[in-house]
Nanobody, 119 residues
């Protein structure tokens, strides 16, 4: 049974920082962060594969950093210079399927989400 448990969300002022964590129940080929704001479609934020290759949405490049600790099976998203438009529910996702490892793909394992609010 796959479990992905996010933490680290919260409320912050514009320009501030937050670090999201995702504890995974196992090892995955690819993990990522997605977000969904009210009234908007879910969008890919950042993904990282087992080799450490990363991909970011244009809107977060230079501000967000995705990383993972394989010893802890934990995924992170360091978010700096936060903007009000970053406000959303952030979801951790994971897959063993190589071709799903993309910002635009629908991963097959999802966490419950953690809310990020930037004012």
């Amino acid at each position: 049974h796959v479990q992905l448990v996010e933490s680290g969300g919260g409320s912050v002022q514009a320009g501030g920082s937050l670090r999201l964590s995702c504890a995974a129940s196992g090892y995955f080929y690819c993990m990522g962060w997605f977000r969904q704001a009210p009234g908007k479609e879910r969008e890919g934020v950042a993904v990282i594969d087992k080799g450490g290759s990363t991909s970011y949405a244009d809107s977060v490049k230079g501000r967000f950093t995705i990383s993972k600790d394989n010893t802890k099976n934990t995924l992170y998203l360091q978010m700096n210079s936060l903007k009000p438009e970053d406000t959303a529910m952030y979801y951790c996702a994971a897959t063993q399927v190589r071709w799903l490892c993309s910002l635009s793909r629908n991963f097959d394992n999802w966490g419950q989400g953690t809310q990020v609010t930037v004012s």
